[in-house]
């Protein structure tokens, strides 16, 4: 029965000695998620935040779906392996017979068996060779997501960080040389910066790593963390090499709830060749009778995110891909533009390479407010839009970035160029400067 009780319950950390009506429950967290922010307006974000109704439908349908179960939902089962095998392909895997992947429940865990595979097969090779394995290093761009710092602390790989400086704002093989060595398991080329997103130059890093080869004969594999771009380049830059097609890229990941369009809860791992994944990372489960090889740091977790996966591979096709990253494409320039005529702001990046793009303000526009103090004012207006520091070398340099998402159309980014315009001239004309205590921390970028 529906009681109005609702209204005298009170947050705890402690539960109640008696439940409620289900009416009562849904009504109190309903209304208490009601005060998180609007997720369309949150220009912060990666991950979907919308999605058809029939999507919709579907994820209710198949919410109680265990993707380990592989026994029980065999049909779940072999979509996944669907869908990995349609990237493999997307994705230019010489073989995809060959191939071999996995879904994960993000990126982050993508990377983390892209980096342990990486960290065995060196280990593996230093064994047979007879020579030390215990100081494995890997090597990336200081400006690598938390994910891969992330990896470098839980399986005890040595972190080495390339800085990004204004003359090399991205990982592009400068100097690698004097971070790769035998003990190098592997180098990471972000398909998408997080900060930015820009895309690193896979053939230079590549091409670097080849000269390193045939000067010393160390060989060093790329991963490429492609947790946005994975699923925007193939489809808006069909003709960048970043993929299998460049013969040191052994594994690349995705997260399915970026520009896969899914709801969180879901990222994918391939790698080039099952060979590139030592036997003792991949585990049995019962399967039909028999077994099936699985490869996850997870056991149970929600299968219902794989198959809307699926329905999206189904409901857009390459065409239908193509269509919403370039909508996002246009905006994310149409917005850049806007943002980038304005006198306060220069831009780092543009929204073409993944529909992302970030500015900073212009140097000694202003002393009377800072992007920490833009971002509240837009806060205000319902826009989420994060300011945060640069990585490393460039960290004294704070930015602005915007994430261009399926459903933020024109007619939206046009409101939000006046919300940015009518912020600036309210900043420009205060009489004393933003008071520097009590405000938001800022954003970072995730
Ligand atoms: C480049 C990059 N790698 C990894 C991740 C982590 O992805 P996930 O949130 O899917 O774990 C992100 C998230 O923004 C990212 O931008």
């Known amino acids: 029965m529906f009681s109005r009780t609702a209204a005298l319950s009170r947050p705890s950390n402690t539960l109640f000695d008696s439940g409620m009506a289900p009416e009562t429950a849904y009504q109190i967290i309903h209304d208490e998620a009601m005060l998180d922010g609007n997720s369309r307006l949150n220009l912060a974000t990666f991950v979907g935040t919308w999605m058809e109704p029939q999507a919709q439908q579907l994820y209710s349908d198949t919410v109680d779906k265990n993707l380990i179960d592989k026994d029980e939902y065999p049909s779940t089962a072999a979509v996944e392996e669907r869908c990995w095998r349609i990237l493999a392909d997307l994705w230019k895997a010489p073989s995809p017979d060959d ?35 215990n100081k494995p290093n890997l090597v990336m761009s200081s400006a690598v997501q938390v994910c891969w710092e992330k990896f470098a602390a839980y399986f005890e790989v040595e972190p080495r960080y390339v800085p990004v400086t204004e003359e090399h704002p991205l990982l ?17 080329a972000i398909l998408g910066v997080t900060y930015t997103g820009a895309y690193e130059p896979v053939t230079e890093i590549a ?28 489809f808006l830059q069909a003709d960048l090499a970043w993929d299998f097609r460049v013969p040191r890229v052994v594994s690349i990941n995705a997260s399915g709830h970026k520009y896969g369009l899914v709801y969180p809860g879901v990222g994918w791992v391939v790698w080039r060749h ?7 990372l991949i585990f049995r489960v019962a399967y039909l009778g028999g077994e099936m090889p699985t490869l996850a740091i997870n056991f149970s977790r929600p299968g219902a995110q794989v198959l809307l996966q699926y329905y999206n591979f189904l409901r857009l096709g390459r065409e239908g891909y193509t269509e919403v ?17 304005m006198s306060a702001f220069e831009l780092l990046s543009d929204g073409t390479d993944i529909p992302v793009f970030a500015w900073r303000l212009v140097d000694g ?9 833009l971002s509240g004012q837009l806060r205000q207006k319902g826009w989420m839009v994060p300011a945060y520091p640069l990585a490393d070398n460039l960290a004294d340099q704070t930015v602005m970035r915007i ?10 980014a046009d409101q939000l160029l006046e919300a940015i315009e009518a912020s600036v001239n309210y900043l420009d004309n205060l009489e004393s400067p933003m008071p520097k205590e009590g405000r938001p921390s800022p954003g970072f970028a995730h």
């Not at 099952?274 to 003792?280: A, F, I, K, S, Y």
């Not at 526009?365 to 103090?373: A, E, I, P, V």
């Open 325 to 341: 990253q370039q909508a996002c494409q246009d905006v994310a320039k149409y917005l850049s533009d806007g943002v980038g005529s």
């Open 274 to 280: 099952v060979d590139m994944v030592p036997d003792e």
């Open 365 to 373: 526009y202003t002393d009377k407010w800072d992007l920490h103090d």
């Open 403 to 412: 994430v261009v998402r399926d459903g933020l159309s024109l007619d939206l």
């Open 99 to 133: 191939a071999l992947g996995t879904s994960t429940i993000g990126s982050s865990e993508a990377a983390m068996l892209g980096g342990l595979a990486m960290k065995r097969r060196w280990q593996n090779a230093r064994k047979a060779a007879g020579k030390p394995y």
């Open 172 to 188: 592009d093989g400068h100097d690698v040389d004097q971070y790769v060595d035998e003990n190098t398991i592997g180098v990471v």
């Open 207 to 234: 091409a670097a790593l080849d000269r390193i080869q045939a000067a010393t004969g160390v060989d060093v594999p790329i991963h490429v963390d492609g947790a946005s771009g994975a699923f925007v380049a193939p």
